[in-house]
DNA sequence: AATTCCGCTTGATAAAAGTCAAGAAACTGC
DNA sequence: GCAGTTTCTTGACTTTTATCAAGCGGAATT
């Protein structure tokens, strides 16, 4: 099944956006276009299981999917939770065959998917959009380093605060309103808790630096006292890098 | 100050049995020896804190080295515990031009240093080298993603069993003597628990699986019995792909 | 409007890990 | 070999998080 000009170019725009691809041409990335596909998923659909074979590049264009890995013992570790410009299988490019977690639409999601072939002949190709994906590789250790220090220093209230404070970022001052992006659930398995201890710490963050919470909205009116509260444990200082 | 001839081949010999480095060419290894430095670093050496300056490639050859982050409270988070065959200092061959982490000898340790900015040329111009890198960067995620996974589904005792198997490799039947590789409140700390818990988990695990423990020696009779106690509770099963 | 379902909260309790303090064991340097 | 330091273990206790079970409330279904 081939796709109309008009989608093609809708998907050519996208692309176009991502600071990834920055380096690329535009006809390499008419190219990609040619064989890319663009799908709108609902709330709920598993894209693929863990430990299933990896052709494809990912990308979100709006909604969340959750990265996920299951253990014998039937528990669910939540690896991550992706969201508008965000990349995943990505470990295709360098010669990992499998996905190593499976992936989830957790609040309806426009996704588009790129041979991941496509993507290795142009890394090849051109060194300058290989150093694009390496870079972009780096920021995801980089930020699997910075949750892997907050899982061990960080109360389990600290983390949502940190959790909420990704959402404010610059706002360093003046009341904030936000609302949760998906289920509390999958919130509190993002960041390594039981849905119940979610609740209660969110009740106690709330009782330590006075916002407030009703349903999934957050108001948070001095958020500097929010950032006492949070960053005393952590090793960067807030507004923290990516 | 110069290096002499035989210095600069020792060198040479090294780097030439990483496969990161597999790609170059014998004149571009040799280019590297040129400005790299190899030196042997006491147990205790701090390599660098944390946010300095990120001007050199580190690779270590013999001993171990911690790469570790510390908290505005004063905690510290260890982020990883290097040896033979691994690099450090990566994040700069991506922009990064601070250490997001520090660095210390935990035992003594040989190391070689490389400037930086001749990696990154050399990746611009050998695609084949960057997709090295690439792949290098891919598997340190991947291997932060499992962290991620064992901090959150395993219990102590279990992860120290993980830690335990990494070290009989294939052994997967019949008696293995290991001893551990360096001391225990940085593995305690590697394996993100406090030294106290580290000690009553091993004695856990002692129990459960019939291991035997004197000092840093560890005996284990019954490998199947450990991964059965310890794997039970992860997404991949033994021997783990790294 | 009643029903069912799902996400979330709350309570009671248990398990796991952290903390503080003291002592034992191992390693150092003389 | 001994003194002194460091590393490790153990005990008593606290805090944190998980577990199990019940119930609440909103949204979708009929």
Redesign the pocket.
């Known amino acids: 099944m081939s796709l109309t000009s008009a989608q093609k170019t809708l998907i050519q725009t996208h692309l176009r956006a991502q600071p990834l691809f920055k380096p690329l041409r535009d006809d390499v990335l008419a190219g990609f276009s040619e064989y890319a596909v663009m799908r709108l998923e609902k709330k709920g659909t598993v894209l693929f299981p863990a430990d299933t074979p990896n052709e494809k590049i990912y990308l979100v264009l709006s909604g969340w999917v959750k990265l996920f890995r299951e253990t014998l013992a039937g528990d669910e570790a939540v690896v991550d939770v992706l969201t508008t410009g965000n990349f995943f299988g990505e470990f295709g490019l360098s010669g990992h065959d499998v996905m190593p977690y499976g992936a989830e639409v957790v609040e309806d999601a426009e996704v588009i998917a790129i041979p991941r072939f496509l993507i290795v002949e142009e890394i090849m190709r051109n060194s300058l959009f290989g150093m694009s994906v390496l870079q972009n590789m780096t920021n995801q250790r980089l930020q699997r380093d910075m949750e892997i220090e907050h899982r ?1 220093v ?4 600290q983390r949502i605060g940190c959790f909420l404070l990704k959402f404010c970022r610059s706002h360093t001052a003046g009341p904030v309103v936000l609302h ?1 992006p998906y ?4 919130v509190a398995h993002r960041l ?12 106690k963050l709330r009782d330590e630096t006075g916002l407030r ?1 009703r ?2 909205t957050v108001e948070i009116d001095d958020v500097r006292r929010l950032v006492d509260y949070t960053c005393s444990a952590c090793s960067s200082s807030f507004p923290c890098a990516e």
Chains 1, 2 share one sequence.
Do not use: C, H, I, N
């Open positions: 061990t960080q109360s389990a209230p949760l289920d509390k659930t999958v390594g808790m039981q849905p119940e201890t979610f609740s209660r710490a969110l009740g919470v349903g999934a």
